[in-house]
């Protein structure tokens, strides 16, 4: 097993010999230079400035929370208003469903007592 480790290696140390390096294209620091100075913003700029002011994000949290409780509520009355009928069967066919995915080889009918 060593001398096949001792390929791979030497394999591996052949592969970086035509190796250079990696240069980038001409202008590119002239061009870096020139957009980090600029002073306008892009579209993504002004949307995640804006998106980041506390107020928005407290408001976006309340409308979320509303809506949960909106949703919650609403499931409260659904289930006063004849759902429960309806959630009752929905958990017996789980049930139902859960049994066959439960199968077992162990036989409790006809244990063999001593």
Do not use: C, H
């Amino acid at each position: 097993m060593r001398p096949d480790i001792d390929k791979k290696v030497q394999e591996t140390l052949e592969s970086l010999d035509g190796i250079q390096r990696a240069e980038p294209q001409p202008f590119f620091y002239t061009r870096l230079t020139g957009r980090l100075q600029r002073n306008e913003k892009t579209i993504w700029e002004t949307m995640g400035s804006f998106i980041s002011r506390p107020v928005v994000v407290i408001a976006g949290l309340f409308v979320i929370l509303l809506v949960n409780a909106f949703m919650v509520l609403r499931q409260d009355v659904t289930t006063t208003n004849g759902g429960f009928v309806a959630d009752q069967t929905e958990q017996l066919v789980t049930d139902n469903e859960y049994v066959l995915a439960t199968n077992s080889s162990f036989d409790y009918e006809n244990i063999d007592r001593p």
